[in-house]
Structure formats: C-alpha cells, structure tokens
C-alpha cells in the first residue's frame, strides 16, 4: 500500500486537534510531514501505518500477525517477578501492535499490558520505562488511569530514558516512584495545537476553494483560511480546560508530592534532572542502569 494512503490519517491527527505533545516535536511534525500531508511539494517523508484496533472488548488481544502468530503475549519480563511496560516515541490511541513500531506506541498496548499486569500473581512489581515527548489527548486519560490501578494495587516505578514530556509525562506520574536521569526531562504539562493556512499558497497556485456547508459552524477549522476569531478564542478555552485536567491529573496522582497549583505554574515548562525532583516532577535523579537493581532489591525487602 502507498505511503500517501495514509495521509489524511496522519493529518487527522496532527492538525486542528488537541495533542500533550512537546512543542518542539511538533516543530518537526510539522515542518517534516505538513507539506507531503496537505499536498505540497518538496517534503521528504517516510510514513509507516498499521492497522487500527479498537479499545472496547480489548480486540488487541486476539489479534494475530502475517504468520497467524499472536501479536500479545503477555506482559514482557525483566525478570520472573517484574515486569515491563515501554512508553515510547509518539503516543497515538490505537494500533495493530505492543510495543513501539516506526517511532510510535499506542495507550491501546499500553492500557492492556497494565490490566494484565495487575491481575498476574506471578508479577510482583512493574517497571514503566519512558522516553517520549508525547503524543495525542485521545485515549491518554484512560490509559494513565488504568497505570495508577496498576500501581494502586503494586509497587511500579517509572524510569525516564530520557524523556517524559507532556503526555509522555502524564503516563509516568502513576507510577509510586518517578527516576530521572541527570540529564532527562520532565514536565511539559500542556496541550498543542497546529492549523495551517494555505490560502497565500493556493493563491500562488492559481487555485480558489469554494466550501458548501450545511451548517454555520461546519468548517471552522478549514486551511483555506485564517481561523475566525470567536474560533480561536473558544479553541483556546478548551485546550485551556485541557491543561487543568492535565494538572488536576498528574497532581492527583502525585498526591503530596506535586499540587495542582504546582503543575499549573510551570505553564508547561520542561525541567531537567535535579530541578524536576526539586518541583516534585521527579522523585530522584539517577542512572537508569542503577534503578532495575535497587527496585528489584526492594521488592525482596517488602516480600521478606
């Protein structure tokens, strides 16, 4: 199948809708796959696709590969007591796969390795390693809800490697103990958006677009113009919304260790190493390498 097959997909999903995506990430969303997505010539872009599967019923679970092998099987194991749960590259709602594939996760894998996870016996503890810079709203609450009863019920904890930024972040908070790197990020508690104006281009091309609608507020984020700006400003008001539940979340999860207050201030500000600890992002700075041992050495400690 052509790669431009899955254009308006991509493009459904980067623009005109809310993402916890860092902003610098959608820089390069942007500058790289707008173009190509919205028709424009001189993009050069390599876009992977995969089936998409539904949350409901948890289908994921019977699904099979080319070879009718199945695509889950069970959590991943460090060890005979703890396992794993990746969060990594872009996180997107859902998708035929566990694990990350062409950059991207999905909260689909993500939220049923955490149900399974909590249900095994045999898992004593959970590593959630994670190194995004975020990804989209849809789905992300739910799957970040489905990791604190993960860790309701047992000890996790997340190891950045080396980022966990916006909805990056908003997957590692349930986690009972938060490590960073000296030299890894946290935070961006926000939301983005992108809309992108064509008009001046289209007029270039020789080209004038003419929408039929059926309905006054149909096309109020169309590219074939400036967005209106009572448009704009009820945008804005909604994403702001988004960002306190974003913060009302993460604060809830955090509970003692980082307010709602808190997490609003930083206005969606990334902190590094020791100043996320500080703000109560983080619980401790240390090597990722070092953290497997320590957490393994403190689960014998609790079931001795």
């Known amino acids: 199948m052509s790669h431009a097959a899955h254009y308006p997909e991509i493009a459904a999903r980067m623009f005109n809708t809310p993402l916890m995506l860092h902003e610098g990430k959608g820089n390069v969303i942007a500058r790289a796959f ?60 859902k998708g035929k796969w566990i694990g990350k594939s062409s950059g991207q996760t ?24 994670v190194d995004s810079f975020g990804g989209e709203v849809t789905g992300a609450f739910d799957c970040a809800e489905r990791l604190f009863e993960l860790s309701q019920a047992k000890p996790t904890i997340a190891i950045l490697t080396d980022h966990a930024l916006s909805a990056g972040y908003l997957l590692a908070a349930p986690a009972r103990q938060i490590v960073i790197p000296r030299n890894g990020q946290a935070g961006s508690i926000g ?15 020789g080209l004038d677009v003419t929408i039929m609608k059926a309905g006054a507020r149909k096309d109020d984020f169309n590219s074939y113009g400036p967005i209106p700006k009572h448009v704009l400003e009820e945008a804005l008001a909604e994403m702001e919304e988004m960002r306190r539940d974003f913060a009302e979340t993460v604060s809830r999860f955090r509970a003692g260790r980082l307010s709602f207050d808190a997490a609003m201030a930083t206005e969606a500000k990334c902190f590094r190493g020791q100043a996320a600890v500080d703000l109560g992002l983080a619980d401790a700075v240390a090597r990722p390498s070092q953290v497997l041992a320590a957490f393994e050495e403190e689960l014998g400690r609790l079931a001795g």
């Open 34 to 93: 707008g173009p190509r997505v919205l028709g424009m010539p001189d993009a050069e872009a390599v876009i992977h696709g995969g089936e998409q599967f539904g949350v409901v019923g948890d289908t994921l679970r019977d699904a099979v590969d080319g070879w009718g092998q199945p695509v889950y099987r069970g959590p991943k194991r460090l060890s005979d007591r703890i396992a794993l749960i990746e969060v990594e590259g872009t996180l997107i709602n």
């Open 191 to 205: 939301v983005i958006s992108m809309h992108v104006d064509v008009s001046k281009w289209l007029a270039n091309q």
């Open 106 to 129: 999905t909260y689909e894998a993500i939220g049923l390795q955490a149900d399974d996870c909590r249900t095994d016996d045999s898992i004593h503890g959970v590593v959630v390693e």
